[in-house]
């Protein structure tokens, strides 16, 4: 009798051991904090979260909506959030004023033959060319943003002066109502935005003026700071494989995705289905970025050139 119970609690104790070291070898998820505008471009990590590739890849992922892209940068700088989500160009103009962001996967990326985008008018106007737009006022959610820039850059390229044309601060809802008070000439204007004004039959498009700046680049980008980084390269490094097979899966699978990013960005899954959806890249490469660097110092946004590949963190996945 001595000797079953002896050999029982030799058994009872192994397994005991043995759930032990299987216990201390699952860690707790990494929990990370994301923040980023309500935007197409956001499609792969609510996938991953919504597929359960973050958990299986040992993250716990938050994310938050903020307004703007300006706002998310503020809040990753000033530690409220881990990693953000924003265009590329207030990034750009950051790194060269000495904020220490680095870019750690791509978001929207340009492509001139998959246009999201687009320069309208009304379908009345008089104004068929760049050089018409001369003197003129037209609107921009944010100054000095890549709309004014790409605008700016299609002007100057296609026969205009750009130094005549007057930006205004104006949220992209309230365009179409401008250019038929006569308040603006013309408006760039993305998704959805664009698309509500083109189908409105109120307008026409004049031009695609982010071909200006080149047929294809990083709009949007995933950033961290340096700190945050070299403190948590492990689980960026997760992070960024996720978002990467997230963002390959997700381009060659919109209509999946659909009833998962119409809540976030706030849209009828029948007006986000009909849309020409956004392309996420899925590596950092320094020729998608270096055409938005050489237009901020054409346009004054930073004062020195800036090597693309000051941009990028040690834990973003590269082209092959």
Known sequence: MRRRNFTASIAAFALAQSTLRGAVAQPAPFALQLGSNAADDVTPVLWA???????KAGLTVDIQKFTSGSAVTAAVIGGA???????????????????????????????????????VVLKDSPITSARDLNGKIMPTPSLRDIVETSSRAWIDANGGDSKTVRFVEMPSAAVLAALLD???????????????VAASGKVRILSRPEDAIAKRFMITAWFATESYIERNRDALARYVQIIQQSATYTNAHHAETVPVT??????????????????????VDVRDIQPVIDAALKYDIIDKPLDAQQMISSVALHPR
């Open 182 to 196: 006569g308040r603006v000439a013309a408006a760039t204007l993305s998704n959805p935005y664009f698309g509500n």
């Open 262 to 283: 119409a809540p976030f960005w706030g849209l009828e899954p029948a007006v986000l289905a009909g849309m020409t959806r956004s392309y996420v890249g899925s590596v």
């Open 49 to 55: 979260q919504h597929s359960g590739m973050f958990a």
């Open 81 to 119: 959030l881990d990693v953000g989500k924003s265009s590329l160009l207030p990034l750009i103009s950051a790194r060269n004023h000495g904020v220490p962001v680095k870019l750690l996967a791509p978001g929207e990326i340009w492509l001139s033959e998959a246009p999201i985008s687009g320069m």
